[in-house]
């Protein structure tokens, strides 16, 4: 079983910075991608980056030039460094991956259990 566990959240002046972690564990898995999506009280869930395991990024247009994603394939663990935060990105941030087990040949979608940001004076 793939479990992905999220780390970084909290509350954050704006203009300050804040880096999410999302470790995944688990066995006889590989991940095609990684990402991070985030959902506002009232808002749909929506995508603010992924990364490819070859490494290639996507960065949504409302936080491009403020947010980075990075990975670490050895250790199965992404990376969002928000910087120059504003009060619009308060949400709930999940982590998502989409894999496949190698045993079952089964495509695996799974998503952390979330963690909040709040950005606020």
């Known amino acids: 079983q793939v479990q992905l566990v999220e780390r970084g959240g909290g509350l954050v002046e704006p203009g300050g910075s804040l880096r999410l972690s999302c470790e995944a564990s688990?066995?006889?898995?590989?991940?095609?991608?990684m990402g991070w999506y985030r959902q506002a009280p009232g808002k749909e869930r929506e995508l603010i980056a992924t990364?490819?395991?070859?490494?290639?990024?996507n960065i949504a247009d409302s936080v491009k030039g403020r947010f980075t994603i990075s990975s670490d394939n050895a250790k199965k663990t992404i990376a969002l460094q928000m910087n120059t935060v504003q009060p619009e990105d308060t949400a709930t941030y999940y982590c998502?991956?989409?894999?496949?087990?190698?045993?079952?040949?089964?495509?695996?979608?799974?998503w952390g259990q979330g963690t909040q940001v709040t950005v606020s004076s």
């Open positions: 998502n991956m989409d894999g496949v087990d190698f045993i079952t040949a089964r495509r695996l979608v799974v």
């Open positions: 688990g066995s006889n898995f590989k991940y095609y991608s």
């Open positions: 990364i490819a395991g070859v490494g290639t990024t």
